[in-house]
């Protein structure tokens, strides 16, 4: 058995969650399915771990790939379990601090004050490449055959976005694609904007919007391209940062919600940093 660091990752987030689905389960219906899940993928998990570089490539390729499927499992599983600690939503509060900060809404008021619908369909497009930028690096690493950077950076996005999920069941907040209208108007024709709403729409866990796991998520992969591909880095450079800057301009999250992603990210990659 050889239980590398993003294993941990997956393995302590398992049981985290598990502790704390049993401890509130009461605000969790079938509760008991999420532990018996987590019994299961746990054992697959350690399973995985026999598997050496002598094994047979689909099943080395599940060894070294299935961390990143777990961004999407656990983050659609979040969607139930936001309530379990809290039963209401702390946008107020989160609002609150926006208006602090940012002395305004940025997330109602970016799209009235550059009502472009170029700038919008590149900035939605931005937004919708966070599924090709949460694989893009590690892609582009492993099959340059360079193992090592491929894991740290696995490591460091299961991390981040671990991180960031277990945010959500302390300080539940819907974002303001929840509260308030989406855009309207020319903006809402394009074709990335319909695009990308109609799969948040279908895809989203309600509850999951400080921090913004997509900006953490796209920070921390930008951070690892600048550190050991600086190819890689030039490519995702614009992705990522229109991606943050979308994030707020669609309204699928509020600006403090990106800035919370943001510092996360980078607390993360100075953390990997200073210990390898």
Sequence with gaps: MNLLPYDWVAIGYLIFTGVLILIFHKNVARWYLYLIARVFC??????????????VF?????????????????????????????QHFFDETVIRWEKRIFKGMPSLELSDRFPSII????????????????????????????????????????????????????????????????????LSKGFFFRLTHSIVSRGSSKGTAFPSSHV????IVLLCALRYDSTAFLILLPMCVGLTLGTVYGRFHYAIDALA????????????????
């Design 261 to 276: 992603g943001a510092v996360l990210g980078g607390i993360v990659f100075g953390l990997i940093t200073a210990v390898t």
């Design 119 to 186: 700038l919008s369909e590149i900035l939605h497009l931005c937004y919708f490449s966070y599924y090709l930028i949460a694989v893009f690096l590690a892609a582009w690493l492993y099959f340059k055959g360079e193992m090592g950077p491929f894991q740290e950076t696995v490591f460091a996005e299961t991390l981040t976005f671990n991180l960031s999920l277990l945010c959500y069941p302390f300080l539940p907040a819907t974002g303001p694609r929840y509260l308030f209208e989406k855009n309207q108007g020319p």
């Design 216 to 219: 953490s998520l796209s920070v």
């Design 42 to 55: 746990i054992t697959g998990i350690v399973l995985l771990t026999t598997i050496d570089e002598s094994t």
């Design 58 to 86: 689909p099943l080395q390729f599940l060894r070294d790939w299935y961390p990143l499927s777990t961004i999407a499992l656990f983050y659609f599983e979040m969607g139930k379990l936001t309530q379990m600690v809290f």
